[in-house]
């Protein structure tokens, strides 16, 4: 029994594909607000037929619902006001994910990851073109996408662009190599918007990259692999040379931390301010934390006078450290857990000829992830619990040879 008659299931799987992966770069902070109602729809559909077990008798969908429910009674516990526990609705999208990767799993089929790469190339060629418009027509510094800002546009290129990179691996014609220009693409689009945070998932991509296409590609030979690690020593030193502006201070601000020495760029200083701040503030309610509407009071306490101007920011710039002072050690397992979810997802998911193509994604999300969040908010800010959820979702549900058997 499907969710929706099939003309309107395919309709809605389409507007799902299209919006999170080619129109996200342009739409900006709107798209999580469209793919919600969307989704919030097809879970009402997947009750009033009685189909809500099925769309979480999976893994993946029952550890995102878990955890939500977690989050839920922890916001509800730590509650000053009956609106603080509403603060879970930041994470709805875990709730909604079960219905929808059932919905776009009725849509799967050999050349499901091909056309997830298309439209993941498309997307990043939008998100390119409207950070030059913003330089070059605009005349801004740090240009922006029309919606979105330039780290959080940053952080969604790299995303989407390297899970495109993805489709070489399973598919193997002439033009296979042709999606590596989709990731240069996102970190070009970086560069020039200056973020200097999602620059620190690069090389970590680029590596698990290089080890995939070495495994999968070139079967592990060894001298495939001293020249991609001469490839990527030379690329790196060009990078290095190439890079102006916020960008290049990164390596001034290693080089201060190497040495143990004050670092003298601002914004660094700042997060470290907060970091510390939050650190005393986890210490203070270690097992479920101060709640998510608590986060930024139970932290300022312990700024100090000159830095107490930067508890206006509505969060830590650490997603380890947002979940350990909003729900304490129970806070970073649910984190630690939501992290996990595409890789636990791409493990258990059928043999067939997308795994590889699962396995690879999920780990590009997780990387992606995991290094952002060093320096900003990504789970619970909407458009990046957006992006994770429904990416995992399209590999986990979407990317299968065939749609799984009737419950």
């Known amino acids: 029994m499907r969710l929706l008659a099939p003309a309107a299931e395919r309709a809605v799987a389409i507007t799902l594909l299209v919006l999170v992966l080619a129109a996200s770069p342009l739409l900006g902070l709107i798209t999580p607000y469209l793919v919600a109602l969307i989704c919030i729809g097809v879970w009402l559909a997947t009750l009033l037929q009685g189909r809500l077990a099925a769309a979480y008798a999976d893994l993946p969908s029952r550890l995102l619902l878990g955890v939500f429910v977690v989050l839920g009674v922890l916001f509800a516990v730590t509650a000053?006001?009956?609106?603080?526990?509403?603060?879970?609705?930041?994470?709805?999208?875990?709730?909604?994910?079960?219905?929808?990767?059932?919905?776009?799993?009725?849509?799967?089929?050999?050349?499901?990851?091909?056309?997830?790469?298309?439209?993941?190339?498309?997307?990043?060629?939008?998100?390119?073109?409207?950070?030059?418009?913003?330089?070059?027509?605009?005349?801004?510094?740090?240009?922006?996408?029309?919606?979105?800002?330039?780290?959080?546009?940053?952080?969604?290129?790299?995303?989407?662009?390297?899970?495109?990179?993805?489709?070489?691996?399973?598919?193997?014609?002439?033009?296979?190599?042709?999606?590596?220009?989709?990731?240069?693409?996102?970190?070009?689009?970086?560069?020039?918007?200056?973020?200097?945070?999602?620059?620190?998932?690069?090389?970590?991509?680029?590596?698990?990259?290089?080890?995939?296409?070495?495994?999968?590609?070139?079967?592990?030979?060894?001298r495939i692999a001293l020249w991609a690690l001469g490839a990527l020593a030379v690329a790196a030193v060009l990078g290095f040379l190439l890079v102006q502006g916020r960008a290049a201070t990164m390596l001034t601000i290693l080089q201060q931390l190497a040495a143990g020495t004050a670092v003298v760029d601002e914004t660094t200083r700042i997060r470290f301010a907060l970091y510390e701040a939050g650190w005393q503030a986890f210490l203070q309610s270690p097992?479920?934390?101060?709640?998510?509407?608590?986060?930024?009071?139970?932290?300022?306490?312990?700024?100090?006078?000159?830095?107490?101007?930067?508890?206006?920011?509505?969060?830590?710039?650490?997603?380890?450290?947002?979940?350990?002072?909003?729900?304490?050690?129970?806070g970073v397992v649910c984190y630690l857990l939501i992290l996990a979810t595409p890789l636990v997802g791409a493990l258990v998911s059928p043999r067939d000829s997308l795994r590889t193509f699962r396995l690879y994604g999920a780990s590009v999300l997780v990387v992606t992830y995991f290094f952002a969040g060093l320096t900003d908010l990504m789970f619970g800010f909407e458009f990046h619990t957006m992006l994770f959820v429904m990416l995992t979702a399209i590999l986990l549900g979407y990317c299968r040879e065939r749609p799984p058997a009737p419950a």
């Open 80 to 222: 000053d006001a009956p609106s603080d526990a509403l603060r879970v609705f930041n994470f709805i999208m875990l709730l909604l994910f079960g219905p929808v990767a059932l919905l776009l799993a009725q849509r799967a089929g050999p050349d499901s990851a091909q056309r997830v790469a298309a439209l993941a190339a498309i997307g990043v060629a939008l998100g390119l073109l409207s950070i030059l418009w913003d330089l070059l027509v605009n005349g801004e510094s740090r240009p922006r996408g029309f919606n979105i800002g330039p780290i959080v546009l940053s952080n969604a290129l790299l995303a989407i662009a390297f899970l495109a990179l993805g489709a070489a691996l399973v598919y193997r014609g002439r033009r296979s190599w042709l999606y590596a220009a989709v990731p240069l693409a996102a970190i070009l689009a970086t560069l020039l918007t200056g973020s200097r945070g999602p620059l620190l998932a690069v090389p970590p991509l680029l590596l698990l990259s290089l080890v995939w296409f070495w495994r999968a590609r070139f079967r592990g030979s060894p």
């Open 287 to 330: 097992w479920i934390g101060h709640g998510w509407a608590n986060l930024m009071e139970a932290a300022t306490v312990h700024l100090r006078p000159e830095d107490v101007v930067f508890a206006r920011y509505p969060q830590l710039h650490n997603d380890f450290l947002n979940f350990a002072v909003a729900g304490g050690v129970v």
